[in-house]
């Protein structure tokens, strides 16, 4: 079945420590997002990339890290610098990032930073 | 980039029709305006898009105002299983989410 997958569903770290969460998709979409969500709030942009080998900040960039080395993935880096790590992360794909089509979701990665 | 702006919260009744706005009077020409739905814990479902013109899906319609300015997506009989929260989405590049409107269903 195609579809993005985000692994692992929860995961627990220690202040300081860098962590990093895994987005696969095998539907062929050459635009990816990774977003933050916290409790009762909406979903906001950490990064995107369009294509392989590219990719822009969002509107919360700051502490986290990405890479697109292949276009079937899209690995979020979350570094010792993001001051509230905890947040549940979902990734999210689409044919491009400029015309009108659907983007698909992973089911999300709850993270906690103790 | 392009916002959105959106009622927090709305209520209806099973089996009646909702309609939900959404405002975006800085939409751009090329922008598409999509919606999507999220319950808890998880990742956002697309609902519908389009981009001048009213569209209907077996989910629901998105009704599309003359000057693109807003927009309203219309469930034609709520059920118990629409109660999640909706996001009104400018697609221009980027997916720019808002803060959503929580859809509550009563019985």
């Known amino acids: 079945d195609g579809g993005i997958t985000q692994s692992p569903k929860y995961l627990f770290r220690k202040e300081g420590q860098n962590v990093t969460l895994s987005c696969e998709q095998n539907?062929?979409?050459?635009?990816m997002y990774w977003y933050r969500q916290d409790p009762g709030q909406g979903l906001r942009l950490i990064y995107y990339s369009q294509i392989v080998n590219d990719f822009q900040k969002g509107d919360i960039a700051e502490g986290y890290s990405v890479s697109r080395e292949k276009k079937e993935s899209f690995p979020l880096t979350v570094t010792s610098a993001q001051k509230n790590p905890t947040a549940f992360y979902l990734c999210?794909?689409?044919?491009?990032?400029?015309?009108?089509?659907?983007?698909?979701f992973g089911q999300g990665t709850r993270l906690t930073v103790v | 980039d392009a916002k959105t702006t959106q009622p927090n919260s709305m209520e209806s009744n099973e089996e009646e029709p909702v309609h939900l706005p959404c405002n975006h009077s800085t939409i751009s020409g090329t922008d598409y305006i999509h919606w999507y739905r999220q319950l808890p814990s998880q990742g956002p479902e697309y609902v519908i898009h389009?981009?001048?013109s009213n569209v209907n899906n077996r989910m629901a319609s998105l009704a599309i105002a003359e000057d693109r300015k807003s927009s309203t997506l219309i469930l034609h009989r709520a059920t118990l299983r629409d109660a999640a929260v909706y996001y009104c989405i400018l697609q221009g590049g980027k997916l720019i989410f808002g803060q959503g409107t929580e859809l509550s269903v009563k019985p």
């Open positions: 539907l062929n979409h050459d635009a």
């Open positions: 389009g981009l001048t």
């Open positions: 999210a794909s689409s044919t491009t990032g400029a015309l009108g089509t659907e983007a698909f």
